[in-house]
């Protein structure tokens, strides 16, 4: 029995020896929050601050309490933490302990949200990992992720979208692990927001970075393909190919497509050419060849027209009339009416006319 009130003394002598230096509402706002009542422990918080104004301890109370309550309020208690830990580096190790878990909380519940393809509840959580810890690159790349898909559907997402990608340019750096990553999701934000010359800045600067991300510029060339912006794409897509070159990487599709940007946008010896390359990774793709031709035809390049026609119905795939027929029609714009005649014939027959 006496050595148990020894103990209660022992203990009740330690709690005063942990509170002795502490103001009444500090010390009443801790014990508070160790029962788990933040609001009573904010409010002696704060008035223990309004008292004393430098008191490191009070400060990191208001965090715990801002941190834990039914209603958080995490950016209050990031900014709590660390007044904390600059009045007191004692506290920083703690502090930012914290703050990490604040952070890893709400980022990882993002993660789950995103798989479970809830892009609102994800975006919600990820939003509270920006709060939590405004510094993390991680937390506004995926938040920036999941306002870029939301933003697809529902384009009053964008502002918000353009906003977190700002910041998050702001906080990247070359050595980061997910710098890849942020470039190329700003690439294709500043085409949403329609300004290209930002957006090749920023995959040139993303290709110097790696230029492996070569494909990811080819998906958005590729993108606008699609939407038929012949033009924006083929800036992409000539992006893309010095990345591709630079690795040594064969891609005969990324060169088709350039073809058909180029022959859309009456650039046909571009065009012709992007088809040769083709060729030469695939001598069998029967449509680069064709497409080759009709490059040259539409330019006007009649002797190579010509050359690359009959080469075209003599060799590669003789049994398409539509080859006779811009041999025929070659044959014609030089003069050469016997054989634009005899050509003619040929596709009339393969055709059916």
Known sequence: ????????????????????????????????????????????????????????????????????????????????????????????????????????KHFNLGILEYQSDNLLGASKEFEQATLADPRKVKGWLNLAMGYNRLAKEDSTYQEVLFAATDTLMGLVETGDDDYGKVLALSGRVMIIKGDEDKAIEIFERLLIDDPTHAEEIERVGNDFLRQENFASAVKMFELATGGYLETETENPDLYYNMGVCYLRTKMYLEAAEAYQQVIMYQPDNIRAF??????YYKGEFWDEAIMYGQEYTESVAPEDPRGWQILGLTYSKKGMKELAEQAIKKFQDLSGH
């Not at 064709?290 to 490059?295: G, M, P, T």
């Open 1 to 104: 029995m006496k050595r148990n009130r020894i103990l209660v003394g022992v203990m009740v002598f330690l709690l005063l020896g942990i509170y002795a230096c502490k103001s009444v509402e500090t010390t009443s706002a801790m014990l508070h929050n160790q029962t788990k009542n933040y609001v009573k422990a904010i409010e002696m918080g704060t008035l223990a601050i309004e008292k004393k104004p430098d008191d490191a301890e009070a400060y990191f109370q208001l965090a715990i309490a801002y941190s834990l309550r039914e209603d958080p309020d995490l950016g209050i208690a990031y900014r709590y933490f660390r007044m904390a830990a600059d009045l007191d580096p004692n506290k920083e190790t703690l502090s930012e302990d914290n703050i990490g878990s604040n952070w890893a």
């Open 290 to 295: 064709y497409s080759r031709l009709l490059s």
